[in-house]
């Protein structure tokens, strides 16, 4: 395979998605009785409760004749297609084939089924790639694995590619002027001087004078899964528990659209956990809303081929930094694949 081929290999794996990931899929609440059927990473996937109310993932394609397996039943430990209602299990077999006896096709494992967790009111579905089946361990930041800490999960389908939400949360400056009519970010300096300072799972990318007054540093981190995580200072009337997280991922749909999820995090215990999620429900979802929108709105306005006509400068080291490794790991997938496997890397 040539070098051109490979790099629009990995451009493309790169739009619609790293693989050997997980990602947050639906919000647990989605999924109830009915099998839903969902785009991610360009991928059809049914995602359903089993009758103990696990969460199962498989191809959304009937193993007979391509139907959506989304659009039949939820049989409990099985769904049946309803075409002519072929059975599958949450491994992607078919277990019955009700309107033949003895059918070849019982049995045989024929469709995709994905890794899922259930975490923090979201279900988390892994992507692996022919040479990546098994799982890593998802490991969420500690806004959202120790019990310090108290959280809400706000979703939403932005129309634009996932690149776009990416760049957008690893850029603090756009606080100080696209949110400066906010709650929140309403203080500090418009001008800012910005480094990058390494962790063990990634990077952050901070401005350098200013610290807890604005929307002031950003962490990319990979740990299973790419998050993202920030902090914005509360002034004293939202409460206590001092600075207001955000653990932030961008769960590809297909090249144009994006499902956020942004778990919105504070470090409080005992009563001042209930004035938080009391105060949170009744007030500051509707303020951080606000400000959601405003994101939205700014991204899904921009040119298709913003990326291709860029003038970036200092304060676009952060993204540019993050573009560089999901490049790196886009183009050692394809390579990989196509060492492995040449014919279908080029599928
Ligand atoms: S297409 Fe699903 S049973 Fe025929
Ligand atoms: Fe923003």
Redesign the pocket.
């Known amino acids: 395979m040539t070098t051109d081929t490979l790099e629009a290999l990995a451009e493309d794996r790169l739009n619609k998605g790293l693989l050997n990931l997980w990602y947050p899929v639906l919000p647990s609440w989605a999924v109830q009785g009915a099998p839903v059927g969902i785009t991610r990473l360009s991928q059809n996937i049914v995602v359903w409760r089993d009758a103990d109310g696990q969460v199962h993932a498989i191809e959304d394609r009937c193993p007979h004749r391509g139907a959506r397996l989304s659009m039949g039943w939820n049989l409990g430990d099985r769904l049946a297609c309803w075409y002519h209602g072929v059975e599958v299990d949450g491994t992607g077999t078919v277990v019955d084939v009700p309107a033949v006896n003895d059918c070849p096709l019982v049995g045989q494992s024929c469709v995709k089924s994905y890794p899922a967790e259930e975490r923090n009111d979201a279900i988390f579905l892994y992507f692996g790639d022919a040479l990546h089946a098994e799982p890593p361990a998802l490991d969420l930041p500690e806004q959202l694995t120790s019990d310090e800490y108290s959280a809400f999960l706000c979703t939403a389908i932005w129309k634009c590619n996932y690149r776009y939400a990416v760049d957008?949360v690893m850029d603090p400056m756009?606080?100080a002027y696209?949110?400066a009519q906010s709650h929140s970010m309403a203080f500090g300096d418009k001008q800012a001087d910005m480094r990058v300072r390494k962790t063990d799972t990634g990077f952050i990318f901070e401005k350098t004078g200013q610290k807890d007054v604005n929307f002031d540093w950003v962490e990319y981190g990979e740990s299973g899964a790419i998050w993202l995580r920030l902090s914005i200072p509360y002034r004293k009337q939202h409460g206590p528990g001092g600075s207001f997280y955000i653990i932030g991922f961008a769960t590809p749909m297909d090249e144009n659209h994006t499902q956020v999820f942004f778990w919105r995090v504070r470090k409080v215990q005992g009563w001042q956990r209930d004035v938080w999620r009391f105060l949170y429900r009744n007030r500051l979802e509707g303020l951080h809303w606000a400000?959601l929108e405003?994101?939205r709105v700014v991204l899904e306005r921009m040119a298709p081929d913003a990326r291709g006509h860029e003038f970036l400068y200092q304060h676009d080291v952060g993204l540019s930094r993050l573009r560089r490794v999901m490049e790196k790991q886009a183009h050692s997938q394809v390579a990989a694949l196509n060492d492995a496997a040449p014919a279908e890397a080029a599928e």
């Open positions: 957008n756009h606080g696209l949110h400000v405003q994101d």
